[in-house]
């Protein structure tokens, strides 16, 4: 009876209700969709018509990606420390706004502007995009799903079902901005136009978290009130040595995302951007992968998911090298390829979680907030440090900056080995880097148990 009881009280703590479940996905949409159009399109924007040079905009990137690495630990610090009547993590979800404000603003810059203003405004608005209300989004994230969702259970399927909504709506835009790109981003009010059209819908999708998802107050209700201190953060950086792996992976993951010159690909390889859509759509076919997550999760772990995600996206990006303008090489090549963001996209707050175990276990506070931020910072420098490469290789293979320019065969190659060769090699590391993290998912159930028993003791 004992056992039925407990049975059925754990099935009711796991279970997940579908209006919590859909707001709390708006500001993952969100977030999502504008990642699509700044990774994808900014610097094409830039480059063919605010006629900056690749490695001018390269260098914008970069400076202010490494910026933003900083920026992220001072945001996890401030996450960490805030006790609100709204809770620890939630107020920061009216960041989403700033994020859709300055990204209009950064698409309506002028060509006619001269050369400074134009830098100095991409970079300003870059900024506060990505280095201030990025950076609470990303601080708060791991911090807000431990306190909206009380079981671990609930954690995973939100992170797993969850990643097939936010697919979704990535995978909206993705099909649908270079048809829409096409049509409207043909002068610099025409961008301006295509920017707002999806901002304004995302931006007010991207609030519902905030207005309807609450933080459970008696989650670490015991320390309401204690500070997190810089010493502490300084001794989980030494003692949490996997916190320093996990951040490896996440890095040349995002060297993989600051190169991205898919746009770049499609116009002057394939001959026709709006045959980038097709890409967006292949998200359809990985969908039923992300049904199964939370049954792989009882039998493997995220370590293991990504290990076997990163071999098979290596052999997509081998393709991708090959197929030149061949669309259905492409399609098999960004099938293969894409495997690789599904764990690390939508599961991470399940590694975060492993890493604040991993801190408990070392006497330290969870920290959830400045262990999720240090991953961001690793990813943003190594981010940066691609956005970086990207200009300079451009410029050195001979690419020209402008709307109508017929690129020379040095460039086409270099595009061809940013689209594939080097992320191949980066998928070589993550192989190695999630070997490593397994060994600490291995440990998590006896750490969890020494922690309990530490605090009955007490």
Not at 110 to 131: D, L, N
Not at 148 to 169: C, E, H
Not at 358 to 379: A, D, K, Q
């Amino acid at each position: 009876m004992e056992l039925a009881k407990e049975q059925t009280q754990t099935s009711v703590k796991d279970r997940l209700t579908m209006g919590k479940f859909l707001a709390w996905k708006g500001r993952d949409i969100s977030a999502a969709s504008m990642q699509v159009i700044m990774t994808g399109y900014l610097l094409l924007f830039c480059t063919n018509t605010l006629m900056l040079s690749p490695v001018v905009v390269g260098s914008i990137l970069m400076i202010s990606k490494i910026i933003n690495a900083i920026t992220n630990l001072f945001a996890g610090f401030l996450v960490d420390n805030t006790n609100t009547r709204w809770g620890k993590a939630r107020p920061y979800e009216i960041s989403i706004v700033g994020v859709w404000i300055c990204t209009v603003l950064l698409f309506s810059a002028s060509p006619s502007w001269s050369e400074p203003i134009k830098i100095g405004f991409v970079f300003v608005m870059y900024f506060f995009i990505f280095s201030v209300f990025n950076s609470l989004l990303a601080a708060s994230q791991t911090p807000y799903v431990i306190r909206a969702f009380p079981s671990r259970m609930q954690v995973i399927k939100v992170s797993s079902y969850g990643g097939i909504i936010s697919m979704l709506g990535a995978m909206v835009v993705s099909v649908t901005f270079p048809i829409a790109m096409g049509k409207l981003a043909t002068s610099p009010d025409g961008w301006r136009t295509l920017i707002l059209i999806y901002a304004i819908p995302l931006c007010l999708i991207g609030v519902l978290r905030m207005i309807f998802v609450k933080e459970d107050s008696s989650i670490d209700a015991d320390r309401v009130g204690e500070k997190i201190h810089l010493k502490e953060i300084i001794q989980m950086f030494k003692k949490n040595k996997y916190i320093w792996v996990y951040a490896l992976i996440i890095g040349l993951f995002n060297v993989i995302q600051g190169m991205n010159v898919s746009a770049q690909y499609f116009k002057y390889v394939v001959g026709d951007i709006s045959l980038q859509s097709i890409m967006g759509m292949l998200s359809l076919i990985m969908l039923p992968i992300m049904f199964v997550f939370p049954k792989l999760m009882k039998k493997l772990s995220v370590s293991n998911l990504i290990e076997f995600s990163a071999i098979l996206a290596a052999v997509g990006y081998l393709i991708n090298y090959f197929a030149g303008s061949n669309i259905p090489l492409l399609i098999v090549g960004s099938i293969l390829s894409g495997l690789v963001m599904l764990p690390l996209s939508y599961l991470g707050s399940v590694i975060i979680m492993n890493l604040a175990t991993n801190n408990e276990m070392h006497n330290l506070p969870r920290m959830e907030g400045s262990t999720g931020v240090t991953i961001g910072f690793v990813g943003a420098v190594f981010n940066g440090i691609g956005s970086g490469l990207i200009g300079v290789l451009l410029s050195f293979s001979g690419y020209i900056s402008s709307e109508t320019a017929i690129q020379p065969d040095s460039a086409l190659l270099m595009i061809r080995s940013i689209f594939a060769l080097i992320p191949m090699a980066c998928m070589v590391g993550i192989l190695f880097f999630a070997w490593r993290l397994s060994k600490l998912e291995t440990q998590i159930p006896q750490m969890e148990k020494e922690i309990q028993a530490r605090k009955l003791v007490e």
